[in-house]
Nanobody, 130 residues
């Protein structure tokens, strides 16, 4: 049973910064695709960033230049550094992982759809006030 445990998040004012972390444990695959999603109330879950097995990253246009995703493969840990946060970034943020490369069906943003990930974190709230 793969575990995905998130930490971080919280409440900040617009322009502030937060960092999310996600540890994936008991995964046996050598190559792991990891991603960050967010879901605001009444909205669909949307991809924010993804990090492929080799460290290559992709971002949604709405967060490019403000969010940085990275991973420590030795610890199977994924990070999301969020800067210059905006009220529109307010959402529940989820970490996701899947064995293998980042490949599959993508959304119009070019990021993988949620269905392409098999393991999910518990979610962490990010609230940005104006």
């Amino acid at each position: 049973q793969v575990d995905v445990v998130q930490s971080g998040g919280g409440s900040v004012q617009a322009g502030g910064s937060l960092r999310l972390s996600c540890v994936v444990s008991r995964i046996t695959s050598v190559n792991v695709c990891m991603g960050w999603f967010r879901q605001a109330p009444g909205m669909e879950r949307e991809g924010v960033a993804e990090v492929d097995y080799d460290g290559k990253t992709k971002y949604a246009d709405t967060v490019k230049g403000r969010f940085t995703a990275s991973k420590d493969s030795t610890k199977n840990t994924l990070y999301l550094q969020m800067k210059n946060l905006e009220p529109s970034d307010t959402a529940m943020y989820y970490c996701a992982a899947n064995a293998g490369y980042c490949t599959g069906d993508v959304s119009p943003s070019g990021l993988l759809l949620p269905d392409e990930f098999g393991w999910w974190g518990q979610g962490t709230q990010v609230t940005v006030s104006s």
